[in-house]
């Protein structure tokens, strides 16, 4: 099993940035890509960002290319997500996630174990 706990949410207006992270514990050698999801009210849940863990290859949701990135700490079991220039279609709850499974891109496909969320409120 392995556990994820996010944290980094919080509010911030337009064209602000915030940083998450997702910490994991557990049988955390068995995790071969990470991603991170969002949902806001009355949408579905969408990938926003993915990682492979043997570092080959990050992918995005395309709206938020060139704002977003994705980064691990190897040696920390936890993975970041650097979001700059946000916008108010960005608040949403953001999930972690974690998979054992590799997948390209690695923002899309199934994934095994969920954080509970971490709530992003963009204002303008």
């Known amino acids: 099993q392995v556990q994820l706990v996010e944290s980094g949410g919080g509010s911030v207006q337009a064209g602000g940035s915030l940083r998450l992270s997702c910490a994991a514990s557990?049988?955390?050698?068995?995790?071969?890509?990470m991603g991170w999801f969002r949902q806001a009210p009355g949408k579905e849940r969408e990938g926003v960002a993915g990682?492979?863990?043997?570092?080959?290859?990050?992918s995005y949701l395309d709206t938020v290319k060139g704002r977003f990135l994705i980064t691990q700490d190897s040696a920390k079991n936890t993975v970041y997500l650097q979001m700059n220039s946000l916008n108010p279609e960005d608040t949403a709850m953001y999930y972690c996630?974690?998979?054992?499974?590799?997948?390209?891109?690695?923002?899309?496909?199934?994934?095994?174990?969920w954080g509970q969320g971490t709530q992003v409120a963009v204002s303008s």
């Open positions: 996630a974690a998979s054992g499974a590799w997948f390209y891109p690695p923002h899309l496909g199934d994934f095994d174990y």
């Open positions: 557990g049988a955390t050698d068995s995790i071969k890509r």
């Open positions: 990682l492979n863990m043997n570092g080959v290859g990050t």
